[in-house]
């Protein structure tokens, strides 16, 4: 092994706003933050970070001049349910839905895509 994983980190235009909307998703902790970045952590010790960018521009999904260069997969035992807590906490169900059934594209406050599906059994 050369190096371990540590965590991800996303660009926003507001790491305080970008972190609080996933800690309520996910339910983890902020474990750090000053005037740049942003991190959340669970019991676990997985690790999701923000970092502030001036002139952060959003991707465009599913294609468009600013392609999605990751996204999040998360699960939840009951989509239905799930979607409508998403659009409270300030997702965006987005217009293509390639999933069909299984699951569901949403877009985050800062324009990132991410995907809820039932738990992989």
């Known amino acids: 092994m050369i190096a371990s994983y540590t965590c991800t980190t996303l660009d926003c235009p507001d790491h305080d706003a ?19 970045v942003a991190y959340l952590a669970n019991d676990a010790g997985l690790k999701l970070g923000f970092q502030k960018v001036d002139n952060f521009a959003a991707p465009v999904w599913p294609k468009g001049e600013i392609p999605q260069q990751f996204h999040l997969d998360l699960e939840a035992q009951d989509l239905a349910a799930a979607e409508k807590e998403l659009l409270a906490a300030g ?7 390639p999933g069909g059934d299984y699951w569901v594209v949403f877009l985050d406050p800062a324009g990132h895509p991410f995907c809820i599906a039932p738990p992989m059994n």
């Not at 970008?18 to 000053?34: C, E």
Request: hydrophobic residues 40%; glycine residues 8%.
């Open 18 to 36: 970008l972190s609080g909307f996933y800690a309520k998703v996910l339910g983890w902790n902020v474990v750090h933050r000053d005037d740049n």
């Open 91 to 97: 997702a965006v169900k987005a217009e293509y839905q």
